[in-house]
């Protein structure tokens, strides 16, 4: 007795780190198989499954027992002991790269025979309702009807209902009521039903679906890529003023000197010489004072489109907007699988 | 008449062609007749009207001065002159120009009173946006003398500027004016000669 504690003692210390296991003897029936001792992995499960054990110790025990017994080749018992694995957890399965061919394939018998709905998965997704959808897909083992349905919120809603055969399936569900509405939001749960006669699996999972305001549309600051123009430009020096300035004084000034009459005294000419000089003075200083800004009228008419023409986008994007504001954003998230 | 006339325009039709402006001014002019030491010099006030509507324009002055002579032959006198041109824009630059004009001299017979009829050619160009240049040449027709006589050359030749703000409200405004009238009494040469600056302020409206 005392040194049977010792072992069990020795055996916890040692595998403690090593597995998850809770229930002792789930473990010694692992450390059993590990050390290819199947009978006495046999042994440990079975003593371990005649005790209360939690879930995952049980999928554990059921696990070791079908692959010791495969490994043994005593296939019926095998396939009884993946059978109650199967219904424990569909979803888990041998890893072909650390356990034998023997026993993948009498995993893959034992599924045949039972009719199991596995890795149900709902795709997380955001779309506006009505106008985007999300993947459910599920696989069975066997053909047989599957009932795909939706349940919370006082809804129970049927999504989708057929004859599928064994193997992957997929639908898309636009998250809508039989009025076309948006499903509330809330959680849910979303249950594949396979049945067969009188057979029937159902595997279900939680989802949670929520609603949020659609983005609306900034309005446009300008157009991309167009840019308004300079609608006055300041044009460089222009030195005609005193060109013109120059002319016309010279014309004057000739002509009254040419038209002189010689017989009179003419005296110094200082009217002519004053205006004249006030002439030439007011052409120089037209030529070198700044320019005025002058207006573009091609950058102005340019700017005239693309004001209109920014307009008109911001018109359409407001009615955009009105649109969009009626709208519900959907988010749909899978919280994972529950007992079933 | 004239007058009348286009400012009854001016007023049935305040657009923006319409320009109507104001002035005052100070002279200083010389003024010779028949032959050489006869000549006087002064100075004296001026006042303008000017009035654009569309491609007609009508520019009016009057000039008062005292004249006093280089020659202690003569006296002194006072001028007083009236000048209206009617214009006719017929590009943008020249303009055709008619009118009449009239000079008056007190004491009468100091010098010789003389009305006329004129046509010419104005041309007006912008120096910027709130200045501009322009040139008169006009033939004066058929003078009339209080002394008699006739003239068988009579021409004026004008030059002008302006300054002023860009709303046209305010300008500072200067004129040269020449005129030459080749007067004959009897087969005997009396000319007349004049030369005039004025400069003033005009206000627009």
């Known amino acids: ?340 | 008449m004239a007058l009348a006339v286009l400012l009854a325009a001016v007023a049935a039709d305040r657009g923006e062609a319409q320009v109507v402006r104001f002035g005052i001014g100070a002279l200083g002019m010389t003024y010779s007749e028949s032959g050489e030491g006869l000549r006087w010099e002064g100075e004296g006030l001026n006042g303008t009207l000017w009035v654009r509507y569309k491609r007609f324009g009508l520019d009016a002055t009057g000039y008062m001065a005292k004249l006093k002579p280089d020659s202690s032959d003569v006296s002194e006198m006072d001028m007083l002159e009236g000048d209206l041109r009617v214009s006719f824009s017929i590009v943008p630059a020249v303009a055709i120009e008619a009118g009449i004009g009239h000079r008056a001299f007190d004491p009468e017979f100091s010098a010789q009173d003389v009305g006329f009829w004129r046509l010419g050619v104005l041309s007006e160009m912008p120096l910027a946006r709130m200045a501009s240049i322009w040139a008169r040449g006009a033939y004066l027709i058929a003078p009339q003398f209080d002394g008699g006589g006739e003239a068988n050359l009579s021409v004026e030749v004008s030059l002008g500027v302006g300054v002023g703000t860009a709303n046209g409200r305010f300008r500072v405004r200067a004129d040269y004016e020449f005129q030459r009238i080749d007067r004959e009494v009897n087969g005997v040469e009396l000319p007349i000669q004049l030369s005039r600056a004025t400069i003033g302020v005009e206000l627009g409206f």
């Open chain 1, 1 to 340: 007795m005392t040194r049977r504690l010792m072992l069990l003692a020795g055996l916890l210390l040692m595998a403690a780190p090593l597995e998850a296991q809770e229930n002792v003897y789930v473990r010694l029936a692992q450390q059993a198989y590990n050390d290819v001792d199947f009978s006495g992995a046999i042994d440990n499960a079975r003593r371990a499954l005649q005790e209360q054990l939690s879930r995952e110790d049980r999928i554990v025990a059921w696990e070791m027992l079908g692959y010791s017994y495969a490994s043994l080749n005593r296939r019926d018992e095998a396939v009884d002991a993946f059978h109650q694995l199967i219904f424990l957890d569909p979803d888990r399965e041998p890893d072909v790269e650390t356990v034998s061919p023997r026993i993948t394939e009498v995993y893959t018998t034992a599924l045949a025979r039972i009719l199991v709905v596995r890795r149900t998965n709902l795709d997380s997704a955001s779309f506006i309702a009505g106008q985007g959808s999300t993947r459910i897909s599920y696989d069975v083992s066997r053909a047989s009807r599957a009932v795909v349905r939706v349940a919370g919120q006082g809804l129970n809603l049927t999504i989708d209902s057929t004859l599928v055969g064994a193997g992957a399936h997929e639908i898309f569900w636009r998250a809508t009521t039989v009025s076309g509405d948006p499903v509330p939001a809330g959680s849910y749960q979303l249950v594949v039903t396979a049945i067969e006669g009188s057979n029937e699996f159902a595997s279900p999972i939680d989802i949670v679906v929520r609603h949020a305001a659609v983005d609306t549309i900034w309005h446009l600051d300008s157009l991309p890529g167009y840019q308004e123009q300079p609608e006055y430009v300041r044009p460089g020096r222009d030195w005609r003023p005193l060109g013109i300035a120059v002319l016309y004084t010279g014309l004057v000034a000739g002509a009254s000197v040419a038209l002189e009459n010689s017989a009179l005294d003419v005296g110094e000419r200082k009217e002519l010489a004053g205006v004249s000089l006030l002439a030439l003075i007011a052409g120089a200083v037209m030529s070198i004072k700044k320019p005025d800004p002058e207006p573009v009228q091609a950058n102005i008419l340019y700017n005239q489109l693309l004001r209109t023409e920014l307009a008109r986008q911001n018109e359409a994007i407001a009615r955009q907007n009105e649109l969009i504001r009626r709208q519900t954003m959907l988010t749909i998230v899978s919280v994972g699988e529950t007992d079933q």
